[in-house]
């Protein structure tokens, strides 16, 4: 990745190449390097101190036992109150200011170098606080509500005197509470049918029953019933 945007106030190349190695592999996702500052003392320094930004932290770094341990000091935005520099005669004093714990310094950064990061990081704060300003949602007003019209009450129903001259029309038919009662209905008389008159009896079967009658009343014995019954029945 290019640096070049990093060395464009007088950074020197090679730590900044050194520095932003380091800064790549703590970033988070989303998270990118806006600005390196570096320590410029009036002996040559081959390890100076420095302080990046990002968009979402400040890193403090520090390099110890001759380029081989790195000390790192990193803040969220979150956690920074404020900061300030002093310019001096070699260069500019920088200060951050956390909301707990104790400030941190790096002097002899170059003084262009020192009023770009009092810019970003102010912006950055700034920023910060009006977000935490404002609403996280904006409140949508709430529409009036519609004035739905109520239905018109229909006009009562006109009393009908059926005394008028309508009511006299010929077709006109007056309302049933008005109108005479029916006269009852007897229901139709169903006439019955006479019972079939019995058939009377034959001639035959009278002089069977007169035969029987005589028998019974033992005027005529057995066989001569049975006899004389014989020949009824014969003559059929």
């Not at 020192?114 to 950055?124: G, P, W």
């Not at 018109?152 to 309302?175: N, Q, R, V, W, Y």
């Not at 007169?210 to 019954?229: A, C, M, P, V, W």
């Amino acid at each position: 990745m290019s640096i070049e945007k990093y060395t464009w106030d007088g950074q020197d190349a090679k730590v900044v190449e050194k520095i932003h190695a380091k800064i790549l592999d703590m970033l988070t996702s989303g998270e990118s390097i806006n600005y390196i500052a570096l320590q410029k003392k009036p002996a040559v320094t081959l390890f100076p101190d420095s302080i990046t930004l990002s968009n979402k932290r400040i890193f403090l770094c520090e390099f110890a036992k001759l380029g081989l341990a790195t000390n790192f000091e990193i803040f969220s935005w979150h956690d920074i109150k404020d900061i300030s520099f002093k310019e001096e005669i070699f260069g500019s004093k920088v200060t951050v200011i956390p909301f707990t714990g104790e400030n941190l310094t790096v002097d002899y950064i170059p003084k262009v170098q020192a009023r770009k990061l009092y810019q970003l990081i102010k912006e950055a704060l700034d920023n910060m606080q009006d977000a935490k300003s404002s609403p996280k949602e904006k409140e949508t007003p709430l529409s009036p509500p519609l004035h739905v019209p109520h239905p018109a009450t229909p006009p009562a129903p006109k009393a009908i005197t059926f005394d008028d001259e309508e009511s006299k029309l010929p077709g006109h038919f007056a309302p049933a509470m008005d109108r005479p009662a029916p006269a009852a209905i007897d229901p139709p008389v169903i006439p019955t049918r006479p019972a079939p008159k019995e058939e009377e009896d034959d001639e035959t079967t009278k002089k069977l029953t007169r035969l029987k009658n005589l028998f019974d009343r033992q005027l005529i014995s057995q066989g001569e019933y049975e006899t004389k019954k014989a020949e009824i029945l014969r003559d059929l």
